[in-house]
């Protein structure tokens, strides 16, 4: 028996990249995998842990729960993609690094991820709306309170980029 | 003048590749198309008999490269896995097989090992494979294992792998003569580790070189590197074993060598293609390994100030379907239970049974939350026996600063005394009451009882044996660039040991910290290394590489005062400039001083050019002079008598809901002493963490078994680890530095700690709000309130 093979165009973080996939391949394999993107990590492989969560045009999905071959005409968003184009950190990531929001790391893209969408829709959060923010998130490291601090941050440095008139 | 970094909250250098998704953990490595991919069959009964494995049409299938079952190991992959630490008290310890023989023991267990082009027709082919089996009666739980009316293993009587008893003075006789007695029973339940990353190994054979490299995420890269070699039949020096950044460790891979850890490098060579093998999240769940699941039965005789007279402890420790790792946990809890207290007199013994469920291995903690959860629960029932406050009644029978070192009179996980280094328990206690607002709570609970709300407070406390042997060490090198590469021998899981341990190597060598590069877990970069657990990768590896730096400043100081003309004693490094003090244009780079000392000068940079002004070594003797070596390097072992006693108390403010009995958490208070820190941020941040895997074992997590053994919650929809919806909003903490007089840097771990009194600090709290007795952890909200049903049916 042999598999069939799908040609798909993924377009992540703005580079269009060719693959062949069987119709069963995960977006997260794809992306690891086929790609060579591994910044996205996969934590439990059913939809609950979030690390593997990227932005499909712009919103929060778990890379796990989707096939490769649905998200050909989506612009997709990994961790890789939210470094600012001079290598230096975007404001969620250099937040995680000034707040030590990270131990190990593995859970880290998929907060990052799901931040960077959580801001773009609510720009100044409350404390309690930046837990709600990572609700979904599982770390099994830092026990978060350190993550809500970075996402208290972030907002800080989102804000202060785009009245000086930087990226955000 | 370079500042010092010990002490200093130094953000982590290891955060800028994986804030940038560049982090290479061990499913990043050989990513590609020439990567095959391993899949396992598992057992899906708990006790069976093996009959027949048919793999007949696995092969068929496009894609797949190879299958074995147990007949096709050869050699010492035939033998059972390694007993890693054997005991006297373990009279039958058992191990499994990489692949059963003819017996499964728990459901998940591996039986066959399938590698094919993908992970997707790795396990398509795994599905394809007919097992039949003889089933066997399955024994669930420490009660049936007690009861033994089946075994686990047939050759081992009453499921019992080892029963240990110490003894300190005689306990039952004070007991007996002690004016109060009390007797408690004690559950605690099984949970496990649960790191974001599971486990996984890549192996690739290279013919040309006859060699073997493996990358796995482990807790011991020289451990596993040792079971390879021996499994494989090959010699320790064709195997060289790299730990890449692990997605958090707990313990669970601190066991080694899994199956996969061998089968994988035995499929690479037999295959000639790099392997990989990741496990999913529910293989984590069934065929890694588990902890926590014990039953204690305390009797304790005391005064009337509530100062103990004797101890007794009997307890059961489940330790699953096989004893890899020996009775490191249950001897953990029996000697650590005593916690800050004098018990005056002692008696503990412990039966290790087995079960058909996923073996047992330490897990953070590893042995002391059930320990500190028994000691501290009694704690509490004396008080409440007494109507005395729970702090006085602990105060009481704490060790005093004046008695240090203490020696508990037994012998500890490491086979050495247990003997506590320093510590102030009476400080730490007045710091917690402060910080939680001890002596303020009654006011605050009438005040919360006047709006109908239902608060209590409760405390915990606990000694930690932390920085075990046998030794750590460490290799420093200063390039001609002037950089320092740093390699010490244990792993890395997220403690931002590549921070922490530069900061000590900048301290010592007075070089710029970001000049300092360290490695950890590369067997190629330093062959002897134990591995990272029990809380003891600062203590141990850390000493290490403050004492391999000082070798390495030594030779730099001696060869500059060569080259500068000066005593040693005259000099100074900053900024990774040798000068002389007080004469700053008398000065020499680092990177020179390391080609000064290689007489090898070939002038590839612009150290080397600037070493032609300088000239060093005697010209009657030979270039590198009798009991010296080239090159500007380091090299030293740290090995201690024995382990340093971290200590720390906490205290938590519980709201319970009168309807729904769900639990809240109001107030979380640390007193945490480690001795000096290194990086308090870290510190932090390991503290908080600890805390939260706390809250899970308190409150949420346990291994749903059914009575045929299957797990019924493996999968994070089922087991339920804490979101961010379920830790404090924050939590208070405060440092006591009791500096360990056993390491250069007076320090103590700080791994395993905020996780210790978890269970016990939840149970005292629960139990001052609701005025019922809790004897069982976790609780959850639906046993909450079962228990007050039981109380309204009690008569």
Redesign the interface.
């Known amino acids: 028996?042999?598999?069939e093979l799908h040609d798909v165009r993924l377009s992540v973080n703005g580079v269009a990249h060719d693959a062949r996939v069987?119709a069963?391949?995960l977006l997260s394999?794809a992306l690891?995998?086929d790609l060579?993107?591994?910044?996205?990590?996969?934590?439990?492989?059913?939809g609950?842990?979030g690390?593997c969560t990227v932005l499909v045009d712009g919103r929060p999905m778990r890379s796990c729960l989707m096939f490769a071959v649905s998200a050909v005409d989506a612009e997709i968003t990994?961790?890789?993609g939210?470094?600012e184009e001079d290598g230096s950190?975007g404001p969620v990531?250099q937040a995680?690094?000034?707040c030590?929001g990270?131990?190990?790391?593995?859970?880290?893209?998929g907060f990052?991820t799901t931040i960077t969408a959580g801001l773009r829709e609510n720009p100044t959060p409350t404390h309690e709306e930046c837990?709600d923010m990572?609700?979904?998130?599982?770390?099994?490291?830092?026990?978060?309170?350190?993550?809500?601090k970075a996402v208290e941050r972030a907002a800080e440095l989102v804000s202060t980029s785009s009245t000086t008139g930087g990226e955000a | 003048m370079t500042t010092k970094l010990m002490g200093t909250p130094v953000?982590?250098v290891?955060?800028?590749r994986?804030?940038?998704?560049?982090?290479?953990?061990v499913?990043?490595v050989a990513?590609?198309k020439d990567v095959l991919h391993a899949a396992v069959l598992r057992s899906p009964h708990a006790h069976a008999r093996i009959v027949d494995i048919d793999v007949d049409e696995v092969l068929d299938?496009?894609g797949v490269h190879a299958v074995w079952t147990y007949d096709d190991l050869t050699g010492p992959m035939g033998e059972p896995l390694p007993l890693l630490i054997p005991h006297p008290a373990l009279t039958h310890g058992r191990t499994q097989y990489a692949l059963a023989r003819d017996e499964v023991n728990h459901v998940g267990e591996a039986i066959a090992f399938v590698v094919a082009d993908?992970?997707?027709?790795a396990e398509d082919a795994v599905g394809r494979i007919k097992v039949s089996y003889d089933f066997l009666p399955p024994v669930v739980g420490i009660d049936n294992a007690r009861a033994a009316t089946h075994l686990v293993h047939d050759d081992v009587p009453g499921n019992v792998g080892a029963r240990l008893e110490q003894n300190v003075g005689d306990a039952p006789a004070a007991i007996a003569r002690a004016p109060h007695r009390l007797e408690l029973d004690l559950t605690i339940e099984r949970s496990a580790c649960?790191?974001?990353?599971g486990r996984g190994t890549v192996a690739r054979w290279d013919a040309d070189t006859n060699r073997m490299q493996v990358w796995t995420s482990t807790q011991t890269s020289t451990g596993v590197r040792a079971a390879v070699a021996v499994k494989l039949g090959l010699d320790l020096g064709q195997v060289d074993v790299i730990t890449p950044?692990?997605?958090?460790g707990?313990g669970v891979k601190i066991n080694h060598p899994w199956p996969e850890e061998l089968l994988v490098p035995m499929a690479a060579r037999a295959l000639g293609r790099t392997v990989k093998f990741i496990e999913?999240?529910r293989e984590h769940f069934i065929s890694s390994a588990h902890e926590r699941g014990q039953v204690h039965h305390v009797t304790v005789g005391f005064d009337d100030d509530g100062r103990l007279h004797g101890l007794d402890v009997e307890f059961w420790h489940d330790h699953g379907a096989y004893t890899p790792y020996g009775l490191i946990v249950p001897i953990i809890t029996s000697t650590q239970l005593l916690g800050p207290y004098k018990p005056q007199s002692y008696r503990v013994v412990f039966e290790s049974l087995y079960t058909n469920t996923v073996m047992v291995t330490p897990y953070r903690g590893a042995g002391r939350p059930q320990g500190c959860y028994t000691m501290e629960r009694t704690m509490d029932a004396i008080a409440a026996y007494l109507g005395k406050d729970r702090t006085e009644v602990r105060a009481v029978n704490f060790i005093q600063p004046d008695e240090f070192p203490y020696d508990q009179g037994l012998i500890f996980q490491d086979g050495r005394e247990l003997e506590y280094d320093s510590g102030d328990y009476p400080a730490s206690l007045e710091k917690l009451k402060e910080l939680v607002g001890w002596d303020d709570f009654p006011a605050f609970k009438q005040a919360m009882a006047a709006q109908g709300r239902t608060v209590g407070i409760g405390l915990a406390c606990y000694v930690e044996g932390t920085g075990v042997g046998p030794y750590e060490g460490a290799h420093v090198h200063i390039e001609t660039s002037g950089k320092v590469k740093v390699a010490t021998g244990l792993t890395t899981?997220?403690?931002?040991h590549a921070t922490v341990f530069a900061q000590l190597v900048a301290d010592e060598l007075g070089v710029r910290f970001e000049d300092v590069e360290v490695v950890t877990g590369d067997t190629r970069r330093m062959p002897y290394a134990v591995g990272t657990f029990a809380s003891r990768a600062a203590v141990m590896s850390g000493s290490a590489i403050h004492l391999a730096a000082k070798r390495a400043k030594e030779k730099v100081l001696k060869i500059a005062a060569d080259a500068l003309e000066a005593d040693p004693s005259d000099l100074q490094i900053v900024d990774g400039v040798v000068s002389v003090k007080g004469s700053p244009g008398t000065a020499i780079d680092l990177g020179t001083v390391s080609v000064l000392s290689n007489p090898l000068r070939y002038a590839f940079d612009e150290a080397s050019k600037a070493a032609t002004q300088f000239s060093v070594g005697d010209p009657g003797k030979p270039p590198v002079p009798e009991d010296e070596e080239p090159g500007l390097e380091g090299k030293d072992f740290y090995s201690p008598e024995r382990a340093t006693f971290a200590s720390g108390m906490h205290a938590v403010i519980v709201e319970t809901d009168p309807l729904t009995a769900e639990i809240k958490i109001l107030k979380y208070a640390v007193v945490h002493d480690c001795g000096h820190l290194i990086n308090p941020?870290?510190v932090?941040?390991q503290?908080?963490?600890?805390?939260?895997?706390g809250v899970g074992g308190a409150l949420y997590e346990r291994m749903a078994y059914d009575e045929s053994g299957q797990l019924l919650n493996a999968?994070?929809?089922d087991f339920l680890?804490?979101?961010?919806?379920e830790?404090?909003?924050?939590?208070d903490i405060d440092h006591l530095e009791t500096p360990s007089p056993l390491n250069p840097l007076g320090i103590k771990g700080a791994g395993e700690a905020?996780v210790i009194p978890s269970a016990a600090v939840f149970a005292s709290a629960i139990e001052d709000a609701e005025g019922l007795p809790i004897a069982a952890m976790p609780i959850s909200p639906s046993e909450l309130f079962e228990l007050r049903q039981t109380r309204k049916d009690t008569p």
């Not at chain 1, 060579?36 to 059913?46: Q, S």
Request: aromatic share 8%.
């Open positions: 028996m042999t598999e069987p069963r391949r394999d690891r995998h060579g993107l591994t910044g996205t990590h996969v934590g439990c492989e059913h609950v842990c690390a990994t961790v890789e939210l470094t950190l990531q995680f690094a000034e030590h990270l131990q190990c790391g593995f859970c880290t893209p990052l837990r990572i609700a979904g998130n599982l770390c099994r490291c830092t026990g978060y309170q350190n993550i809500v | 953000q982590r290891e955060d800028q994986f804030l940038r998704g560049q982090g290479r953990y499913d990043d990513v590609g299938l496009e993908d992970r997707y027709v649960m790191p974001m990353e950044d692990v997605g958090g707990f999913d999240r899981q997220g403690q931002g941020m870290i932090e941040g503290i908080h963490g600890g805390v939260a895997q999968s994070f929809m680890m804490p979101y961010v919806t830790v404090p909003e924050s939590i905020g």
